[in-house]
């Protein structure tokens, strides 16, 4: 065993050698490596702003407490601010922003102000909003997405503490309620 580990350690020195004395530098062909291409910097940059976003809405949250309760104002009240804080702090776009994009879409080959202005009271009038309404329409759908999305993330959990309840090793154990769960413990 020895005599196997000496000889291979003088057959590494003596590649090392002949390596040393006949090969090129590896400095050599990297300075001339191509330059970076405008579409792999434009994707690098993309994916940066996702992560740095996606981290911000982890850190937030991280501190924030959210109760599974969607049947609960409160909570649902709760859920909707903190989703709310992180689409602010990640520059995402709010419901009022997606309608406000479709509707600049659909106007946006509109010649003149007259064109424009019919086109914008067709879409009020056949969705039935008046301006001043607007800001408790605005409300109102943070929540209901907000009760939608708490809904959701509540089957989502019982589904899993259900799978994991059939495991042999939990049956012994009692499932929580999901409105004990603390979602930072899960993050």
Known sequence: ??????SRSRQLYASQVVLHESAIPARYFSAKS????????????????????????????????ITIAPEDPAAVSQYAKVMKTIREKTDLWTESQTIKNAIESETKDIPDARGYLLKLQDMRIMLGVRREDLPKYEEQLELKIAKA??????????EAM???????????????????????NFI
């Open 149 to 158: 999305q708490l809904e959701e993330l509540k089957k989502e959990a019982e």
């Open 34 to 65: 191509e330059p970076e291409l405008k579409g792999d910097v434009m994707l690098k940059n993309i994916f940066l702003d996702v992560k740095k976003k996606f981290e911000t809405a982890m850190g937030i949250l991280r501190k924030e407490k």
């Open 162 to 184: 259900d799978t994991q309840k059939k495991r042999e090793e939990f049956k012994d154990e009692e499932v929580p309620d999901v409105k004990s769960l603390d979602i930072r």
């Open 1 to 6: 065993m020895a005599s196997r580990l000496l």
